[in-house]
């Protein structure tokens, strides 16, 4: 049976197997499989998720919770309206300086109720949101030619290049490091890509209304962002609840994993009312996803484990050097969450875009080996393995494309990688951008597994780009003033 025209009967059986998998929870898909067992695969949604929503908890009410990939306790206070002092009393075996929870590890919560909380149904796993291990081998040229859709035949230019529609998903995929399967999904589900040979006669192809974005290309942007948007804000812990374009409030149950908040939240920016519970129900975003690749919860790859720690890093310059922190946490990629990159900028008599000089220039930070170098950016791949979905990655950006440090080469720690400038982005003067990643997921610059640089830790700011590093009693400032106040020298403490 050929999946150029998926017969409703593949989508209907492949959403039944794959949906017997338990979630992190332990809640078991096998209700939903036997809901959905006999559903046309026209059928349209009815009703709420068929998922129970929380109960009216008594204040400080303990209940059992199962650890999930990422959790940390700052984001668990803010999910479940609690504070961490209060959860660390309820499980003394977790350390105080804990990063990550294990996942599958029980806990206690004290939860203080909040009105409108969702069902606590989970759309995807988050090893199917990041473009991360799960995605080594997948060839997303082979897997659209196997359909008749618009897609195949598709090309656009970006990137300084013309791609086709498969490069088009690999581009943004590896750019915003989301799932070129849930790229592939959100345009099947909302476009018909991969099953309509005819594109849909739309100015704003994904549903995003803004001047400037009727391209596809932009649309796919606007999308893979917003999806970061709603996954890392719920990751930090700073997005519990938001508002639909009717007005209405949408508050994601407080045991809802990343992904899932992600796409509720990407979904949040064009639908409401029963579109929007379509959407994030089984019937939706979530059938369309198994249709085409089953199987997405029986994938027990961990994107985040628990105790995770980043290795030692230098600062990115070399030793004796005094550079100027210009850049608090600010969006690694795009705009938005995720807040993961930092900015450096050499010392110069001039502001502004300017050429670096020879002894000012970026260095490793840490051995590894350079798998992507382009226009503006190096990444330096920590494990060696050649892959970037795969553990630590440091992820520089505004490298000059003038002697840049070539893809392949294996570099050691302090090697030079390239020289700062304004290539690769709209700047308004010569910096270095840092960003770091493990497992493809964009790691926080701030918070539990702060970014630190020879002892300097990342604070994060009242507004983006503000924050300090912190030593001890040592204080830098991030400012574009290039004062005092806002330097700091490599080496001397290393």
């Given at each position: 049976?050929?999946k150029?025209?998926?017969?409703?009967?593949?989508?209907?059986?492949?959403?039944?197997?794959?949906?017997?998998?338990?979630?992190?929870?332990?809640?078991?898909?096998?209700?939903?499989?036997?809901?959905?067992?006999?559903?046309?695969?026209?059928a349209?949604?009815?009703?709420?998720?068929?998922?129970?929503?929380?109960?009216n908890?008594?204040?400080?009410?303990?209940?059992?919770?199962?650890?999930?990939?990422g959790?940390n306790?700052?984001?668990?206070?803010?999910?479940?309206?609690?504070?961490?002092a209060?959860?660390?009393?309820?499980?003394?075996?977790?350390?105080?300086?804990?990063t990550?929870?294990?996942?599958?590890?029980?806990?206690?919560?004290?939860?203080?109720?909040l009105?409108?909380?969702?069902?606590?149904?989970?759309?995807?796993?988050?090893n199917?949101?990041?473009n991360?291990?799960p995605?080594?081998?997948?060839?997303?040229?082979?897997?659209v030619s196997?359909y008749?859709?618009?897609l195949?035949?598709?090309?656009?230019?970006?990137?300084?290049?013309?791609?086709t529609?498969?490069?088009?998903?690999?581009?943004?995929?590896?750019?915003?490091?989301?799932?070129?399967?849930?790229?592939?999904?959100?345009?099947?589900y909302?476009?018909?890509?991969?099953?309509?040979?005819?594109?849909?006669?739309s100015t704003y192809?994904l549903?995003?209304e803004?001047?400037?974005?009727?391209?596809?290309?932009?649309q796919l942007?606007?999308?893979?962002?917003?999806l970061?948007?709603?996954?890392?804000?719920?990751?930090?812990?700073?997005?519990?609840?938001?508002?639909?374009?009717?007005?209405?409030?949408?508050r994601?149950?407080?045991?809802?994993?990343?992904?899932?908040?992600?796409?509720q939240?990407?979904?949040?920016?064009?639908?409401?009312?029963?579109?929007?519970?379509?959407a994030i129900?089984?019937?939706?975003?979530?059938r369309?996803?198994?249709a085409?690749?089953?199987?997405?919860?029986?994938d027990?790859?961990?994107?985040?484990?628990?105790s995770?720690?980043?290795?030692?890093?230098?600062?990115?310059?070399?030793?004796?050097?005094?550079?100027?922190?210009?850049?608090?946490?600010?969006?690694?990629?795009?705009?938005?969450?995720?807040?993961?990159?930092?900015?450096?900028?050499?010392?110069?008599?001039?502001?502004?875009?300017?050429?670096?000089?020879?002894?000012n220039?970026?260095?490793?930070?840490?051995d590894?080996?350079?798998?992507?170098?382009?226009?503006?950016?190096?990444?330096l791949?920590?494990?060696?393995?050649?892959?970037?979905?795969?553990?630590?990655?440091?992820?520089?950006?505004?490298?000059?494309?003038?002697?840049?440090?070539?893809l392949?080469?294996?570099?050691s720690?302090?090697?030079?990688v390239?020289?700062p400038?304004?290539e690769?982005?709209?700047?308004?003067?010569?910096?270095?951008?840092?960003?770091?990643?493990?497992?493809?997921?964009?790691?926080?610059a701030s918070?539990?597994?702060?970014?630190?640089?020879e002892?300097w830790?990342?604070?994060?700011?009242?507004?983006?780009?503000?924050?300090?590093?912190?030593?001890?009693?040592l204080?830098v400032?991030?400012?574009?003033?290039?004062?005092?106040?806002?330097?700091?020298?490599?080496?001397?403490?290393?």
């Open positions: 049976m050929s150029k025209n998926l017969p409703d009967i593949l989508i209907t059986i492949t959403l039944i197997l794959s949906a017997c998998a338990p979630n992190a929870q332990g809640q078991s898909f096998a209700a939903l499989a036997d809901q959905n067992k006999n559903v046309p695969a026209t349209t949604f009815t009703g709420p998720t068929p998922l129970p929503t929380r109960p908890y008594q204040p400080g009410e303990l209940i059992d919770y199962v650890a999930q990939s959790d306790l700052p984001a668990l206070a803010a999910r479940f309206n609690t504070t961490v209060e959860i660390l009393t309820a499980n003394p075996f977790i350390p105080a300086d804990a990550t929870m294990p996942p599958g590890m029980p806990m206690k919560i004290p939860v203080y109720y009105a409108l909380w969702a069902s606590p149904y989970q759309i995807l796993p988050d199917a949101f990041v991360g291990p995605l080594i081998g997948f060839d997303t040229t082979a897997f196997q008749d859709g618009w195949s035949n598709f090309r656009a230019y970006a990137g300084g290049q013309w791609r529609g498969p490069g088009l998903i690999d581009y943004v995929a590896t750019n915003y490091s989301v799932s070129p399967r849930l790229l592939l999904a959100v345009l099947e909302q476009t018909g890509a991969l099953t309509n040979p005819e594109k849909p006669d192809l549903g995003y803004r001047v400037y974005y009727t391209s596809m290309y932009l942007v606007w999308a893979a962002n917003t970061n948007n709603g996954y890392y804000g719920w990751r930090i812990g700073d997005l519990t609840s938001f508002d639909l374009p009717d007005g209405s409030q949408f994601p149950d407080p045991g809802e994993n990343a992904a899932s908040v992600g796409i939240y990407y979904y949040s920016r064009i639908y409401a009312g029963q579109d929007f519970a379509t129900g089984p019937l939706g975003l979530a369309t996803y198994t085409l690749f089953a199987g997405a919860w029986l027990e790859t961990v994107i985040i484990p628990g995770l720690r980043q290795p030692e890093f230098p600062l990115p310059f070399p030793p004796g050097q005094s550079w100027t922190y210009t850049g608090g946490p600010h969006t690694g990629w795009g705009t938005g969450e995720p807040f993961t990159a930092v900015d450096f900028a050499p010392p110069a008599d001039v502001s502004g875009c300017f050429v670096a000089d020879d002894k220039y970026v260095t490793a930070m840490a590894g080996l350079i798998v992507r170098s382009e226009l503006g950016t190096v990444v791949d920590l494990d060696k393995d050649g892959n970037e979905r795969t553990g630590w990655v440091i992820f520089y950006l505004h490298l000059a494309t003038r002697e840049r440090v070539p392949g080469l294996e570099v720690r302090g090697d030079f390239g020289y400038s304004c690769g982005g709209r700047v308004t003067g010569t910096h270095v951008h840092l960003a770091r990643k493990y497992n493809g997921e964009w790691i926080l918070g539990p597994l702060a970014f630190v640089m002892g830790t990342v604070e994060r700011g009242a507004e983006v780009y503000l924050g300090r590093l912190v030593k001890g009693a204080t400032t991030a400012c574009t003033c290039s004062d005092l106040y806002s330097q700091i020298i490599s080496g001397l403490n290393p």
